[in-house]
């Protein structure tokens, strides 16, 4: 990752989750990649009145990718360690675009 991404080395607790929010402005990119000890289930999602929409969904161990938002508002990452043991988990984030990110 680029100077200015935010890089966390945590370790995730038996069927916990971590979670990273931030605000991004209308067609700003967030960039990711990850990597946990085992399967963990990622998601970015967004709240949309009372409705919370996951424009990205997956169960996998490492993963990179980006995506832009379409609408100025709050996006999370989230991780869950859906296993009966604690998993360590690496992973990066930078935003790209105009605007400010948190």
């Known amino acids: 990752m680029p100077p ?4 966390k080395n945590v370790r995730l607790p038996a069927k916990e989750s ?14 990711y990649v ?3 000890q085992q399967t963990a289930q990622f998601n970015i999602h967004y709240h949309a009145g009372d409705k ?9 161990r490492h993963l990179h990718g980006e995506y832009t938002s379409r609408a100025a508002q ?12 604690g998993i360590n988990l690496s ?9 400010k990110s948190k």
């Open 4 to 7: 200015g991404a935010h890089s």
């Open 18 to 31: 971590r979670k990273e929010c931030l605000k991004l402005a209308a067609g700003q990119q967030l960039a």
């Open 34 to 36: 990850f990597t946990a």
């Open 52 to 60: 919370m929409s996951y424009p990205v969904r997956r169960n996998v």
């Open 74 to 85: 709050d996006y999370c990452m989230m991780w869950t360690n859906p296993h009966a043991v």
């Open 91 to 99: 992973y990066s984030f930078i935003v790209r675009g105009g605007g």
